[in-house]
């Protein structure tokens, strides 16, 4: 059903596949849908002149490569800009690789040069070129140029990772504090979406309902925006180590941990680093050896991974075999606790100094999570009571308090019952910053996780592994979709 209007009736048992398609897209509570497709295309659409000029400084890399005869004589006036211009950055490869399919339906409902395939246009050239070449537009004096840019939503369709990806690059606008930060939504076609879940967009997309992406667009063309912390993460490690780390983390310059807490003599002579951003969490232990083998398979029998159910299937047949359920062998060092290796220093919020935690005894994996999502929609940090709160010293759990959550899941058992809500995690502690200290002997390898990727880290028997997390200064805006 593919009318220029439609309009969608939630009602009886016959409807209940229709109400869960809706659900699992956040529209569970809509009892009467109609969006037009003209108005909507009104709404989003951007003056050709402008959408031309942006493609043609992107495909040049070049912020002031604007050809004169797309601009407008005196410029285009307040008017002509559309309500909530929108671009739409597309992960061809996420989830079930629905990507192109999603792409060709935008472009026919917005238009090509508002549809970014990520193959093709990152979204740093995007932020470079794209904005930078509407922005020297506006600061000519074209006021339809200044109204975009000041309205412009982006779309993000692809997993965890992508939109993390793409809230990076947008981080470089605070570099200016007097550019706006366009707020970004969620199309998810990942695995988990928990970042989409926590912002209202769903757990999934319902590719049977053609007309949900019309409704999706709808929402983001209105939805208010909301605050998200974002966390710096730095790891630094013996010299001679070599890692091959995710897409997320890059080699860093120098060596920046807090002075105010020494390293003391574990502390390697010469340090290599690399640093990054997350947004939902960070894990190590089993967990991320699990989600490691699982990206490996994907990445070398890519036919393998079909879509989310797929996916799903293939990670838990990794978790029984890597022991995460079960302990095939007590003498392998590395399906030992944490306890052996790991130190955890934390500072709390308006404190200037480090504390250690211990780590509890036999855990085989530490989370630090920004979010109430985790794991494709658990709450693993719990709704805790007052007065369990008060005793921690703990306050409610938000993803914009500047604080990120500890916990921990002692086997797999543990993380399943945790991961229906039967119960609670282990918690550790709630921290404004958090060091974590990784040091081999017996142990080969570590294996860490950051918004869902995995990488196999190198343990030296004689130095210490740092990872140093830190809130970055700025929060990320995200267009609520509930």
């Known amino acids: 059903m593919d009318a220029t209007t439609e309009k969608f009736v939630a009602s009886g048992p016959s409807t209940v596949d229709s109400t869960a398609g809706m659900r699992g897209c956040g529209l569970a509570n809509l ?18 002149y402008l959408r031309l000029a942006m493609r043609d400084c992107i495909k040049r890399k070049d912020a002031t490569a604007i050809p004169d005869h797309l601009l407008l004589p005196g410029g285009g006036v307040a008017d002509m800009a559309p309500h909530a211009p929108m671009v739409v950055f597309i992960n061809p490869k996420s989830g ?16 090509d040069e508002q549809v970014f395939d990520l193959t093709e246009v990152k979204p740093h050239e995007f932020v470079r070129y794209g904005l930078a070449c509407l922005e020297k537009v506006a600061a000519e004096g074209d006021e339809c140029a200044k109204e975009c840019r000041a309205r412009l939503r982006i779309m993000v369709a692809g997993g965890d990772g992508t939109v993390g990806w793409v809230l990076g690059c947008l981080g470089e606008l605070n570099k200016d504090e007097t550019s706006h930060i366009p707020p970004v939504g969620v199309i998810p076609l990942g695995t988990g979406n928990d970042l989409s879940r926590s912002f209202g967009w769903g757990g999934s997309f319902p590719f049977a309902w053609r007309s949900a992406v019309k409704r999706t667009l709808h929402r983001a063309s209105m939805g208010p925006v909301a605050r998200l912390d974002s966390w710096k993460i730095l790891v630094s490690m013996p010299s001679g180590e070599v890692v091959d780390p995710p897409y997320s983390l890059k080699a860093a310059e120098e060596n920046e941990l ?67 359920f079960c302990t095939p062998c007590v003498s392998d060092p590395g399906l030992r606790g944490l306890r052996n290796i790991l130190k955890i220093h934390i500072k709390k919020v308006n404190c200037s100094q480090w504390e250690e935690i211990a780590v509890p005894k036999n855990v085989r994996s530490v989370v630090a999570l920004n979010l109430q999502s985790y794991g494709s929609g658990s709450h693993p940090w719990g709704n805790l009571k007052p007065e369990y ?8 759990a938000h993803s914009d308090d500047g604080l990120i959550e500890i916990f921990a899941f002692k086997h797999g058992w543990h993380a399943s019952f945790v991961m229906t809500e039967l119960i609670s995690a282990k918690h550790i502690a709630q921290a404004a910053a958090v060091r974590f ?30 990872v140093e997390i830190k809130k970055v200064p700025f929060q990320s805006l995200m267009i609520n979709g509930a």
């Open 31 to 48: 009892t009467w849908v109609g969006v037009d497709k003209e108005e909507l295309r009104q709404r989003l659409l951007m003056p050709e």
């Open 389 to 396: 709160l008060e005793k921690r010293g703990f306050v409610e």
């Open 96 to 111: 079930g690789r629905h990507g192109p399919v999603l792409k060709e339906r935008l472009q026919h409902l917005m238009s």
């Open 258 to 324: 807090d002075q105010g807490l020494e390293a003391g003599v574990d502390a390697p002579p010469v340090a290599k680093s690399y640093e990054g951003v997350f947004y939902n969490y960070l894990s190590i232990g089993m967990d991320a050896q699990v989600a490691y083998g699982f990206h490996h398979l994907r990445n070398t029998k890519p036919y393998l991974a079909q879509g989310p159910i797929s996916n799903k299937l293939i990670y838990s047949g990794f978790s029984c075999t890597q022991g995460w």
């Open 437 to 466: 200290e990784l040091r081999g002997g017996d142990w080969k390898d570590a294996f860490l996780q950051m918004d869902g990727e995995p990488w196999k880290q190198p343990m030296n028997p004689e130095y210490s592994t740092f």
